[in-house]
């Protein structure tokens, strides 16, 4: 099962190693595989990284759009999010109907969104608790 605490050490881990703090990620690109329990764990375990700055940051979920490519997701999603980057536009979360009460962010919920996000957090969670988190930082010409 999907885990807050595993989870949060993976992302304090990847910004620290970029040597940032959470207040310098603008954009969390989301393991996100749309399952009530893993969606809310996830998010719980931002929270506890970012606690007020996650409502001034962008989140999205590629996998509303893509399903999952298993094995392939952190590369797919990875490149995904950095073209976003490089475009200064986010892609929707599309199919969000009516989101948990748990989620009050901005998860791009059914519209793309401009941004000017210099770093993105990248989360893959896996099966059998293998978590990994990547900190990506655009660079504009």
Not at 8 to 22: D, L, S
Not at 95 to 106: K, R, W
Not at 122 to 132: A, M, Q, R, T, Y
């Amino acid at each position: 099962m999907p885990g807050a605490a595993h989870q949060a050490k993976a992302m304090r881990g990847a910004i620290e190693q970029a040597g940032r703090t959470p207040t310098d990620i603008q954009y969390a690109n989301c393991h996100a595989t749309g399952t009530p329990h893993g969606d809310i764990e996830e998010l719980s375990a931002m929270r506890e990284v970012f606690g007020k700055h996650i409502y001034d940051m962008k989140l999205n979920a590629p996998k509303s759009m893509l399903g999952h490519t298993c094995w392939a997701s952190p590369l797919v999603e990875t490149i995904g999010g950095i073209m976003q980057l490089r475009h200064g536009r986010l892609h929707p979360t599309i199919n969000i109907s009516q989101p948990a009460p748990e989620v009050d962010v901005d998860i791009c919920a059914n519209r793309a969104a401009d941004t000017k996000a210099e770093y993105m957090l990248k989360n893959s969670f896996g099966f059998g608790g293998l978590n990994c988190c990547s900190v990506l930082r655009v660079h504009r010409a």
